[in-house]
């Protein structure tokens, strides 16, 4: 997403919200003058972002109409079911972006809905279960389980449209590797930072970070000998450990990959195996129909 794209998006969001109820009018005005500021224009977007705060409760429904029109923006109907919806997977969203708790997020749509919309539903029981200190979970094990659920709302279709389509065995590997990449540097950006998979799976074995959580913009859930990684545009990368020196997976991991895709791709493992073999970057695991990417040096003991 580009500087100028961040604030329309940011707008779309406050708007979604707005309609949901689950956000002020005030908060409409702040993203329409942050969109104003980045180089969005239009006399609508001008007059939203003019708005005194004190009147925006007043006056926003008036001048909606003509801003959405003006910056291709769904124009939300209060109480309507779609409209309540989308402000449900915009405030999934702010749970995935990490700007908002897995707890307040539930309290949220309990205040809002009740038990009347169904598409909230798997957080109505979850919501209790925070309330519950006697409860078979933990918050950790809750937390787990509502990022679970939002990641599942939020995938961002606007990303997900960006991912160019795979149309060969090798393209998939290629975008598997690309993404994984991407992810490996996150690890090493966290705080603490993981210089490698089996850093951060100790991180999350000795507690230092949950075992579900959020890293670089994606859920993460720490299995057995690795972890699976699911993007904002609901895309999945599934690794398991090569000890400190890099990463493993086989055909059956690029598979899924593929089938969660915006556009699915479908290769057998036979193709998706010769397409891994032929490129330098990997080299044969220990265990037949596996394949080995070497990473920066990890400890396996972060300090």
């Known amino acids: ?5 961040q604030p329309w998006w940011n707008l779309h969001e406050a708007v979604a919200l707005w309609g949901a109820r ?4 005030a908060a409409v005005v ?3 003058v942050e969109a104003l500021a980045a180089g969005r224009d239009g006399p609508a977007l001008g007059e939203l972002a003019a708005l005194e705060r004190g009147e925006a409760d007043d006056r926003l429904p008036e001048l909606l109409d003509a801003a959405c029109a003006e910056l291709g923006l769904p124009r939300p109907v209060r109480d309507d079911r779609a409209t309540e919806e989308a402000g ?3 405030l999934a969203r702010r749970v995935m972006s990490g700007q908002l708790a897995p707890r307040r997020f539930t309290a949220l749509l309990h205040e809002a809905f009740g038990h009347r919309l169904e598409l909230v539903e798997p957080f109505d029981g979850l919501h209790d279960d925070y309330q519950n200190e006697f409860g078979e979970l933990t918050v950790a094990q809750l937390d787990a389980e509502v990022l679970e659920e939002a990641w599942r709302l939020g995938a961002d279709p606007a990303l ?4 160019r389509p795979v149309t060969t065995a090798r ?3 290629l975008g598997y590797l690309a993404d994984l990449d991407r992810i490996l540097t996150d690890l090493g950006r966290h705080r603490p930072p993981a210089a490698s998979l089996v850093d951060w799976l100790y991180l999350a074995r000795s507690r230092r970070i949950p075992q579900t ?5 994606r859920l993460y859930q720490v299995h057995g000998a690795g972890c699976r990684f699911t993007g904002p545009d609901g895309v999945e990368v599934d690794v398991d450990t090569a000890g400190p020196d890099g990463v493993t997976f086989d055909a059956w991991r690029l598979q899924c990959h593929g089938a969660g895709l915006p556009e699915p791709f479908a290769a057998s493992q036979d193709e998706l195996r010769a397409a891994a073999s032929a490129l330098p970057q990997l080299a044969e695991g220990a265990w037949p129909g596996r394949f080995v990417l070497a990473t920066t040096g990890g400890t396996g003991r972060v300090g």
């Open 1 to 5: 997403m580009t500087a100028t794209d």
């Open 22 to 25: 689950l956000a002020p009018a």
């Open 30 to 32: 702040d993203a329409a």
């Open 88 to 90: 449900v997977r915009a």
């Open 160 to 163: 997900a449209a960006r991912r």
């Open 171 to 173: 393209g998939l590997v």
């Open 213 to 217: 959580g959020v890293v670089g913009g």
